[in-house]
């Protein structure tokens, strides 16, 4: 069995896992605008509920980047006194097994793609679509972290005159139209006629994110996470056509783009990182 954390700025969700299973959970809100101490001693508390001796490790995903081999978290997003936690020997010292800690993209990439819908490819890319842009990339069956975990930060990416996350996330509904992704998503299933337009052109952006991945990795796999994946109908007919002006057809044939079903990826994925 292991302990897997998904440590966000909004929810600290804590599952103790068994293979693809998670049996159990223990999610509260993260003190987020709270001191470094306060948020890793609640972190501590949580892990020590679903501590038990059949435990043999602990893996961390976290929104930031983080030198894998020494377990160091550097100016974690959403929780600003976390500018440098050696959190790896923190919990080693505190519960007495390996900890490995990564970046939270990386670990939604390698749950989808040791249990999800990316099982059985080589080479794949997970791609989280929410309040920002990640990516974990899959590179001849292994997790590339590059320096830092740094690798995969397509979001960061020049587009138009901001970036893709800026484009691709919930920041296009609430910056470019002033609601949320949500609102749009409810008012679009409802038949509007503006809030489907929305999608459309949320869409073409999306499909622009999408060359950019066949561009750089050529992956068999794309798989959608995060919470702009759950609209993905809505999205999917741009994206798409979007694709078909991409000058290597072949390579877009070949590639499964789709949402993932797989609940608790990413903490499925930390758990993997053992």
């Known amino acids: 069995m292991k302990i897997a954390i998904d440590l966000g700025g909004t929810n600290m969700r804590v599952g103790l896992t068994d293979g693809a299973t998670v049996v159990d959970t223990v999610i509260e809100p993260c003190p987020a605008q709270e001191p470094e101490e306060v948020v890793l001693a609640q972190l501590k508390r949580q892990i020590a509920q679903l501590m038990r001796p059949e435990v043999t490790g602990i893996g961390v ?11 160091i978290v550097y100016n974690v997003a959403n929780i600003p006194s976390w500018q440098e936690v050696h959190l790896k020997e923190i919990l080693e010292s505190e519960f007495g097994v390996p900890v490995a800690v990564n970046n939270d993209a990386n670990c939604f990439a390698l749950g989808a793609w040791r249990y999800g819908e990316g099982k059985g490819t080589q080479n794949m890319v997970g791609l989280t679509i929410g309040t920002g842009i990640g990516a974990g990339i899959i590179i001849d069956g292994k997790l590339y972290n590059g320096v830092n975990t740094g690798a995969g930060e397509i979001g960061s990416l020049p587009y138009l005159d901001a970036d893709y996350e800026f484009y691709c996330s919930s920041r296009f509904f609430s910056k470019l139209h002033g609601d949320t992704g949500a609102n749009f998503a409810k008012l679009a299933l409802a038949g509007d006629k503006e809030a489907l337009a929305v999608w459309q052109e949320f869409g073409t952006h999306v499909g622009n994110l999408m060359k950019a991945v066949l561009f ?20 999917e007919a741009p994206m798409r056509q979007q694709l078909s002006t991409f000058p290597y057809p072949e390579n877009v044939a070949a590639t499964r783009i789709q949402p993932s079903t797989l609940p608790n990826a990413a903490m499925l994925g930390a758990a993997a990182l053992h």
């Open 61 to 71: 995903g976290v929104p930031s980047v983080v030198d894998c081999q020494q377990g």
């Open 216 to 235: 750089t990795y050529a992956p068999e796999a794309i798989i959608i996470g995060g919470g702009i994946a759950n609209a993905f109908a809505l999205y």
